[in-house]
């Protein structure tokens, strides 16, 4: 979850706040100028979401495309790899269909778009404009604490991902 604030009193004010809670956070990050800065911050970091993405994507599309390839040259008998003999093309049709696999996982990758890329442009705009941003993760099956986020009044507050 980002919490974005106005001044950087308030962030420092939550940042004390949020670190003395029970359960203690996962993560606490402070994003704005002087701070960490956003793009290393892989929770708010499109490149890093697309790149992880076409690596899952990678783990089933490589196989995928091996056994079509495989079954493909089985299936049509042609002979485009007959320079390598019988059973060699076969494998290399195999391993023109892992290559394609690699290949669309990009393209898998970057054709998707959610709306968790809306909210992260969203909170790059608020951070342009001058507003700093507080990244709190709380620890599995805890609960945020509400109460203490709207002790200094937080321009808003931004769900991401499973939070």
């Known amino acids: 979850m980002a919490v974005v604030l106005k001044q950087r009193e308030q962030l420092e004010q939550l940042q004390a ?80 269909g892992m290559l394609s696999g690699w290949m669309g996982s990009f393209a898998a990758a970057a054709s998707v778009s959610s709306s968790e890329d809306d909210r992260l442009r969203s909170l790059r705009n608020r951070l342009d404009e001058g507003n700093w941003l507080l990244l709190a993760e709380t620890v599995a099956g805890a609960e945020m604490p509400w109460s203490v986020l709207q002790q200094v009044r937080p321009l808003a507050v931004v769900r991401l991902g499973d939070d």
């Open 17 to 96: 706040l949020l670190s003395q809670t029970t359960p203690a956070l996962a993560q606490l990050v402070c994003i704005g100028d002087g701070e960490t800065p956003l793009e290393r911050v892989d929770a708010l970091n499109p490149a890093s979401k697309r790149k992880l993405r076409q690596r899952r994507m990678a783990l089933w599309l490589i196989p995928f495309g091996f056994v079509a390839g495989l079954t493909f040259t089985y299936i049509t008998d042609l002979d485009t790899f007959a320079f390598a003999g019988a059973w060699s093309q076969h494998l290399l049709g195999g391993v023109a």
